[in-house]
Nanobody, 122 residues
Framework: QVQLVESGGGLVQAGGSLRLSCAAS????????MGWFRQAPGKEREFVAA????????YYAESVKGRFTISRDNAKNTVYLQMDSLNPEDTAVYYC???????????????WGQGTQVTVSS
C-alpha cells in the first residue's frame, strides 16, 4: 500500500519559515517527479513545486519562486519543501503528491498525502 505522509506544518508569523517533509512508503519514487500542492479555504488546489528524480529539474509556481525550495532524499524516499519569507497568502493545506507527470502547464499525480496545515499570521 502506497502512502505519502506529510509533516512539519504549523502556525508561523509573517516573515517566518517552515520546512515540510513528505515520507513515501510502499514503493520508491526515486525516478519520478515528486511535488507539493496547496489548497487555501474557498480556493482550488494549486501547484506549488516539483522536483525530478535526480533533483536536477525543479519547477515552482510564480507565487513562491525565490521563497520556497524543494529538495529530496532518495535514500529516504522523502521530499521536502523549505518555505521562507512566508506571508498570510501562503496559508493553506499543503499536500505531497507522487509520481507527478507534467502535461502542458498542468501536473497530474498518482498518489496524494493527507495534507498538513500551514497558517501564517500577519
Amino acid at each position: 500500500q502506497v502512502q505519502l505522509v506529510e509533516s512539519g506544518g504549523g502556525l508561523v508569523q509573517a516573515g517566518g519559515s517552515l520546512r515540510l517533509s513528505c515520507a513515501a512508503s510502499g514503493r520508491t519514487f526515486r525516478t519520478t517527479y515528486m511535488g507539493w500542492f496547496r489548497q487555501a479555504p474557498g480556493k482550488e488546489r494549486e501547484f506549488v513545486a516539483a522536483i525530478g528524480g535526480s533533483a536536477v529539474s525543479t519547477y515552482y509556481a510564480e507565487s513562491v519562486k525565490g521563497r520556497f525550495t524543494i529538495s529530496r532524499d532518495n535514500a529516504k524516499n522523502t521530499v521536502y519543501l523549505q518555505m521562507d519569507s512566508l506571508n498570510p497568502e501562503d496559508t493553506a493545506v499543503y499536500y505531497c503528491a507522487a509520481p507527478l507527470a507534467k502535461i502542458g502547464e498542468s501536473w497530474s499525480a498518482g498518489y496524494w498525502g493527507q495534507g498538513t496545515q500551514v497558517t501564517v499570521s500577519s
